[in-house]
């Protein structure tokens, strides 16, 4: 596997909360997906600003005895997994989210969401 830590990581899908847990709407198919606490957190720091180095750097830091082994490892797995399901990007470049993306659905207002998601092309079965 390809040392991803460089790239920059941003959401593709929209989100919601339901109580304390994220749920994406799948930009693939008619669904709703909710996520394990790991992939939540990866899905909910997808900001387009920061990489994926230092997402592992933040969540090391997390623990008081220092990083348990493998968590690169283990967050990169998460990174691709979320990668192939098309509901997170890999950038070389820090990206901007549209407010559609960077908002829960809750947040927004219908009618914008629909005129910026038609002018940006999102939608139907292709993501971003």
């Known amino acids: ?8 990581f941003s959401r593709t899908a929209r989100f919601d909360r339901m109580g304390d847990k994220i749920v994406a709407v799948d930009p693939n198919a008619p669904r709703m997906i909710t996520m394990d606490p790991w992939p939540e957190l990866v899905f909910q720091m997808a900001d ?9 750097a933040y969540l ?7 990083a348990p082994p493998g968590l690169d ?3 990169s797995t998460i990174v691709r997994d979320l990668e192939r399901e098309r509901l997170i990007r890999l950038h070389s470049e820090p990206v ?5 993306l960077a908002k829960p659905v809750a947040e927004q207002n219908p009618e914008e969401v629909r005129k910026a998601m038609e002018r940006d092309g999102f939608g139907g079965r292709r993501g971003t």
Not at 48 to 56: D, E, W
């Open 1 to 8: 596997m390809s040392d991803i830590g460089p790239m920059y």
């Open 48 to 56: 387009g600003q920061h990489t994926v180095a230092q997402l592992r």
């Open 60 to 66: 090391a830091s997390q623990y008081e005895k220092g």
């Open 73 to 75: 490892e283990q967050v």
């Open 96 to 100: 901007t989210l549209p407010f559609y």
